[in-house]
């Protein structure tokens, strides 16, 4: 299960800011960043595991992983490992043939459009069928306990492998405020790299 889709939200938007690479390797022209929703049990980290991190908008949020190194955005996972889901960012996964499109088909979700920095059309009826289709796996996953295939939480006691740093009031704030704003560019060193569909490795 792999599917395309672009988020508009406004934490997607924040956590680009947080990363200092609203430009250049997450948010396009009208702030969407585009994700590959697939299942955390076809992501496969082969080095670079030390550089993993995650943060969080708050201690409800989702978790957002990326690479400390050099602050390439990596996915967001839920809280809770028995969710068995994550959204790849698109900038860390390679730019080379296969495209993402030929590995994982054409975008069939457009999400919180209204967050966007200009018209976007939104896309109701492929939404909800591709979250069926997404929610059907997730389910299926939690049924045959596959769900503690998930690398970025410890098997046996479900906690993330890395502690997440939730930010403060004062810096949610102005993450916030900087996605209305700001734009900056940086460059990348970690990819996850596609090979017509998962599982996804990483690589440095």
Not at 21 to 38: H, Y
Not at 96 to 123: C, I, N, Y
Not at 125 to 143: D, E, G, P, Q, Y
Request: charge should be positive; hydrophobic fraction near 35%; aromatic fraction near 6%.
């Amino acid at each position: 299960m792999a599917n395309r889709g672009v988020c508009y939200c406004k934490d997607c938007q924040a956590f680009a800011h947080f990363l200092e690479r609203p430009g250049d390797a997450v948010l396009n022209e009208l702030g969407g960043t585009e994700i590959v929703a697939t299942l955390p049990k076809h992501v496969q980290f082969t080095q670079g595991l030390e550089a993993l991190v995650c943060m969080s908008l708050s201690d409800q949020g989702l978790l957002r992983w990326y690479a400390s190194c050099c602050n390439t955005p990596i996915g967001n996972t839920p809280r809770d490992y028995k969710i068995p889901y994550v959204g790849l960012i698109h900038s860390c996964l390679a730019k080379h043939s296969p495209s993402l499109e030929d590995s994982f088909g054409p975008v069939r979700m457009v999400l919180q459009t209204k967050s966007a920095k200009g018209h976007v059309k939104s896309t109701p009826m492929s939404n909800f069928v591709t979250l069926l289709k997404i929610m059907k796996s997730v389910i299926a996953t939690r049924i045959s306990g596959n769900y503690k295939r998930n690398p970025f939480f410890v098997e046996d006691s479900g906690a993330p492998i890395k502690q997440p740093r939730v930010l403060t009031k004062a810096e949610r704030t102005r993450v916030t405020s900087a996605a209305l704003t700001r734009r900056s560019t940086r460059t990348s060193c970690v990819r996850l790299r596609p090979r017509n569909g998962p599982p996804v490795k990483l690589f440095r």
